[in-house]
């Protein structure tokens, strides 16, 4: 019983002394490692936060991603140890990325007054700009005829949107251009002929306009005709068949806000952009297509692929 009471005090002696020795062995290694004053990385891309740290013995880490308005995305914010701190190699050196300003698609605030515009634009965190006045005839006093960036483009959070404002009816003796599009090139025709303008109409192929209907104008409604020499009506005429002529429709989305609506057809041939445009919910696309053998329609909404549409 004696003897091995005896060897286990000796064992855990033992034992003890290698514990201890152990740790004397390690802090020494530990604190071998050389002692270097951090650098200041703030404002440098990661790529080179991340070669300046690693040639010093350093490791990096993304400690996470905010907005900000006035520094570039990519580029360092902050750095934690802080520059100046007296480390030791081999220290994780953690950062937070730039993601750039807060980018926001604009809305369409065409046709609000400048009051429900306002709320609208803040609403957005946008903020009301220059509001400038125009005479209208094709909107009341007080609403808004024309917006500075327009709707559906994107801007960083907090950008000026300008305005334009219908003024009312002009004075006597201004005349202004109507709205022609979707109306009878005839029509359109007889009223410049009665306010002595020329006329020039030019014809357009369309399958999705009625014959004969203005599809473009120039100069555009509400412009002052006072020193205009010429109107350009381009007008709808039916398109000439084709054998492998087919009419691509599709429904935009009944969700909220405009959408810039992209549609690509892919087929034996390649790949092309057949629509572009900004487009409100629920409106409906009328195109005409001539696929080559097997073809989809690639259909992106806001940059975002939302799917493939066949067509054969």
């Given at each position: 019983m004696k003897t091995?009471?005896?060897?286990?005090?000796?064992?855990?002696?033992?034992?003890?002394?290698?514990?201890?020795?152990?740790?004397?062995?390690?802090?020494?290694?530990?604190?071998?490692?050389?002692?270097?004053?951090?650098?200041?990385?703030?404002?440098?891309?990661?790529?080179?936060?991340?070669?300046?740290?690693?040639?010093?013995?350093?490791?990096?880490?993304?400690?996470?991603?905010e907005f900000n308005q006035s520094i570039a995305p990519g580029v360092v914010l902050r750095q934690s140890p802080p520059a100046g701190m007296t480390v030791r190699k081999g220290k994780v050196i953690k950062v937070t990325i730039s993601q750039g300003?807060?980018?926001?698609?604009?809305?369409?605030?065409?046709?609000?007054?400048?009051?429900a515009a306002d709320i609208s634009l803040k609403s957005s965190s946008l903020m009301t700009g220059e509001i400038s006045k125009k005479y209208s005839i094709a909107a009341e006093k007080g609403v808004v005829i024309a917006q500075d960036p327009p709707a559906a483009s994107s801007v960083e959070k907090d950008a000026v949107i300008n305005l334009v404002v219908s003024d009312g009816n002009p004075p006597e003796g201004v005349v202004l251009m109507p709205d022609w599009l979707n109306k009878p090139a005839s029509l359109a025709k007889e009223w410049a002929q009665s306010h002595s303008l020329n006329v020039d109409i030019k014809y357009e192929q369309s399958s999705s306009a009625l014959p004969d209907a203005v599809l473009k104008q120039s100069p555009a409604p509400d412009a002052d005709l006072s020193k205009v020499n010429k109107i350009v009506f381009y007008v709808s005429q039916p398109p000439q068949e084709k054998p492998n002529q087919i009419i691509f429709n599709y429904?935009?989305?009944?969700?909220?806000?405009?959408?810039?609506?992209?549609?690509?057809?892919?087929?034996?041939?390649?790949?092309?952009?057949?629509?572009?445009?900004?487009?409100?919910?629920?409106?409906?696309?009328?195109?005409?297509?001539?696929?080559?053998?097997?073809?989809?329609?690639k259909v992106y909404i806001n940059k975002k692929f939302i799917e493939d549409v066949n067509i054969n």
């Amino acid at each position: 019983m004696k003897t091995i009471i005896k060897l286990l005090i000796i064992f855990f002696v033992f034992a003890g002394a290698c514990y201890y020795s152990f740790n004397i062995v390690m802090t020494a290694f530990i604190h071998s490692e050389e002692e270097i004053v951090l650098p200041d990385v703030n404002g440098k891309s990661a790529i080179e936060a991340f070669n300046e740290l690693s040639s010093l013995g350093f490791a990096i880490k993304k400690d996470g991603e905010e907005f900000n308005q006035s520094i570039a995305p990519g580029v360092v914010l902050r750095q934690s140890p802080p520059a100046g701190m007296t480390v030791r190699k081999g220290k994780v050196i953690k950062v937070t990325i730039s993601q750039g300003g807060e980018m926001i698609y604009v809305p369409d605030i065409v046709g609000q007054t400048v009051r429900a515009a306002d709320i609208s634009l803040k609403s957005s965190s946008l903020m009301t700009g220059e509001i400038s006045k125009k005479y209208s005839i094709a909107a009341e006093k007080g609403v808004v005829i024309a917006q500075d960036p327009p709707a559906a483009s994107s801007v960083e959070k907090d950008a000026v949107i300008n305005l334009v404002v219908s003024d009312g009816n002009p004075p006597e003796g201004v005349v202004l251009m109507p709205d022609w599009l979707n109306k009878p090139a005839s029509l359109a025709k007889e009223w410049a002929q009665s306010h002595s303008l020329n006329v020039d109409i030019k014809y357009e192929q369309s399958s999705s306009a009625l014959p004969d209907a203005v599809l473009k104008q120039s100069p555009a409604p509400d412009a002052d005709l006072s020193k205009v020499n010429k109107i350009v009506f381009y007008v709808s005429q039916p398109p000439q068949e084709k054998p492998n002529q087919i009419i691509f429709n599709y429904a935009i989305p009944n969700s909220k806000g405009n959408k810039r609506v992209q549609l690509i057809l892919a087929d034996d041939k390649g790949e092309k952009i057949i629509f572009n445009a900004v487009k409100k919910p629920s409106e409906k696309i009328s195109i005409p297509v001539e696929p080559e053998g097997n073809a989809v329609i690639k259909v992106y909404i806001n940059k975002k692929f939302i799917e493939d549409v066949n067509i054969n």
